[in-house]
């Protein structure tokens, strides 16, 4: 699918770039963006509905082409993702296309391998979400102009393996960038002072996290609940409907259990170990993991990569066990606050929430890996909950229900606050680190194109031929 993404540093000036740099946070996949050109350097922009002109292939990249038609589609596709094309020219789009063709041409000279069985997965569950948000199968086909399903999942297919490839692409040349101290420290050494960055109020939060425990008389229900399942499956019922009807994981439960995965598919550790232990056709007996109890069912084995169903049953939480908890939170609140503890101790030792304990109940933001929030940026029931805190104050226990409908208690306090401020090396490292390595990455896509363009196979045609590019694609 066709997304906008950061332009390519070179090509701005210093100040734009800086700029450009310290706003965005968050280093995009595509390295490169549709960027707005001069009309004295473009085709004029025609939207696609008033297109006239028969279709051809107005430009090659190795074994790509692209048509006249994929201008057209890469606006539907923007378009539908609720972006505006208005200033987008039929260069600038073209320019987009030629770097995608160009990414996926040099995975496939790489040896990047695309599994059509992973296409298939990420077809059939694009093609759902999309069945779900425009009515029917029927429609989706006409909004891609298509004439059976046949010719659209064709189509599909290959535009999907196509942006998996570029994506393959992309991702191996930016995870071989590296940025070491000494670069970041002249990195920043290089901006003028009148230049650096304003940061914006930021805080430090801490958290407690309590669980009501499970007894193990509600456990037992689950496990013989779930051995009777396995019975009643080797005695010829469906683990399909048994999985549909019954199955507490909402990611599988609609298609009745099912995941394919491989060891390094990103599953929990007791699942996988379980998963890949089983013969083909064989059901597990009960076991456990974090988010409840399961049994699985290996569907087909092909070498490292087995088919598999499975049915998640989550225990219930007693009355006695959630109150409890409640009045578990409530003391800690109170041992700190009558200052017998401190917030960090009391999260080391009485915390239940693992990812938090050992550092003492803070935080980690995760969009920047690091301990701040910035304000403008905080979820907004988080920050409802803390963004009067005074300090050294506990908020009330709150309670919380997760996706699974596991509940828990906790308790937050703000740990640190950072006025809004100028960009200071030693207080902002994480952050200016973040932006010296995207300007690295930057820098090492724009080496890339100038070096595969070059020995690459391209060529434009027609009107195409005056656009003036971004990259060398017209190689003068």
């Not at 309590?210 to 609940?225: G, H, L, M, N, S």
């Not at 550790?269 to 064989?282: H, I, N, P, R, T």
């Not at 803390?386 to 997760?402: A, I, M, Y």
Request: proline content about 3%.
């Amino acid at each position: 699918m066709m997304t906008i993404n950061i332009k390519n540093s070179r090509f701005l000036n210093t100040k734009t770039a800086l700029i450009v740099l310290f706003t965005v946070l968050a280093f995009a996949a595509n390295a490169q963006e549709i960027i707005k050109e001069k009309p004295t350097d473009s085709i004029k922009v025609k939207l696609p509905q008033s297109r006239q002109k028969i279709d051809g292939i107005i430009a090659t990249v190795g074994e790509y082409m692209v048509l006249d038609s994929d201008i057209d589609k890469a606006y539907l596709e923007i378009s539908s993702q609720g972006n505006s094309i208005k200033d987008i020219t039929r260069c600038q789009m073209l320019g987009k296309l030629l770097e995608d063709k160009l990414y996926a041409h040099q995975a496939i000279q790489d040896s990047i391998i695309v599994k059509d069985d992973e296409i298939k997965k990420m077809m059939e569950d694009r093609i759902n979400y999309m069945v779900e948000q425009i009515g029917s199968m029927d429609k989706v086909i006409q909004y891609y102009k298509k004439n059976t399903e046949e010719e659209f999942k064709t189509y599909f297919f290959d535009v999907l393996k196509e942006n998996k490839l570029a994506e393959d692409m992309q991702k191996k040349i930016i995870d071989a960038v590296e940025v070491t101290p000494e670069e970041v420290r002249s990195f920043f050494k290089k901006i003028p002072f009148t230049e650096l960055p304003v940061f914006g109020s930021e805080m430090e939060v801490s958290q407690i996290v309590v669980t009501p425990k499970i007894t193990e008389e509600e456990k037992q229900k689950v496990i013989d609940k779930l051995k009777g399942f396995k019975k009643d499956i080797q005695g010829g019922a469906s683990f399909f409907s048994k999985a549909v009807l019954y199955s507490e994981d909402p990611g599988s439960r609609s298609t009745g259990g099912f995941y394919k995965m491989t060891r390094k598919t990103p599953f929990v550790k007791e699942f996988k170990d379980v998963a890949f232990s089983l013969a083909e056709g064989e059901i597990s007996e009960p076991f456990e993991t974090e988010f409840g109890y399961h049994i699985i069912y290996v569907e087909k084995i092909r070498g490292q990569e087995i088919d598999l169903r499975h049915i998640l049953l989550i225990p219930k939480v007693s009355d006695e066990s959630l109150k409890a908890a409640k009045e578990k939170i409530v003391l800690i609140k109170k041992r700190i606050e009558d200052k017998e503890i401190t917030f960090a101790d009391a999260a080391r030792t009485l915390s239940d929430e693992k990812e938090t304990r050992a550092n003492g109940g803070v935080l980690i933001n995760p969009k920047t890996q690091d301990t701040r929030f910035e304000l403008t940026k905080m979820d907004p029931t988080l920050y409802s909950n803390v963004s009067n805190l005074k300090e050294g104050e506990v908020t009330s226990p709150l309670g919380e229900e997760d996706q699974t409908g596991k509940k828990k208690f906790k308790l937050l306090t703000v740990t640190n606050r950072i006025n809004e401020h100028i960009a200071d090396y030693a207080q902002d490292y994480i952050k200016i680190k973040n932006l010296a390595l995207k300007e690295k990455q930057i820098k090492a896509i724009g080496k890339w194109f100038d070096e595969k363009i070059k020995e690459t196979f391209i060529k434009i045609n027609g009107e195409y031929r005056d656009c003036a590019f971004t990259n060398n694609w017209l190689k003068k």
